[in-house]
Nanobody, 118 residues
Framework: QVQLVESGGGLVQAGGSLRLSCAAS????????MGWYRQAPGKQRELVAMITVGGSTNYADSVKGRFAISRDNAKNTVYLEMNSLKPEDTAVYYCGARRSILSAYDYWGQGTQVTVSS
């Protein structure tokens, strides 16, 4: 069992930056592939970025060059550095963990709200 707790969301002006954190507990963090997803009102949850146990990363086209995902296995934490934020980045951001890169996510956090004002 893995517990995930996101933090770092808030209100920021367009062009600003935020750093989200997702702290994991309850299991060996380093064996999980991690991902950040977001869900805007009236829209489906969508992938933002993911990082494998080996450190390989993948990003949604809409955030490439602006967001960066990283992980610190010693701190059991995955981060999402968000720069040049746009109003369309406004959403609830969730982190997820999964054992297999081929399967659905096994665990989700409760989410953190990010609001970007124009």
């Amino acid at each position: 069992q893995v517990q995930l707790v996101e933090s770092g969301g808030g209100l920021v002006q367009a062009g600003g930056s935020l750093r989200l954190s997702c702290a994991a507990s309850g299991s060996i963090f380093s064996i999980y592939h991690m991902g950040w997803y977001r869900q805007a009102p009236g829209k489906q949850r969508e992938l933002v970025a993911m990082i494998t146990v080996g450190g390989s990363t993948n990003y949604a086209d809409s955030v490439k060059g602006r967001f960066a995902i990283s992980r610190d296995n010693a701190k059991n934490t995955v981060y999402l550095e968000m720069n040049s934020l746009k109003p369309e980045d406004t959403a609830v951001y969730y982190c997820g963990a999964r054992r297999s890169i081929l399967s659905a996510y096994d665990y989700w956090g409760q989410g953190t709200q990010v609001t970007v004002s124009s």
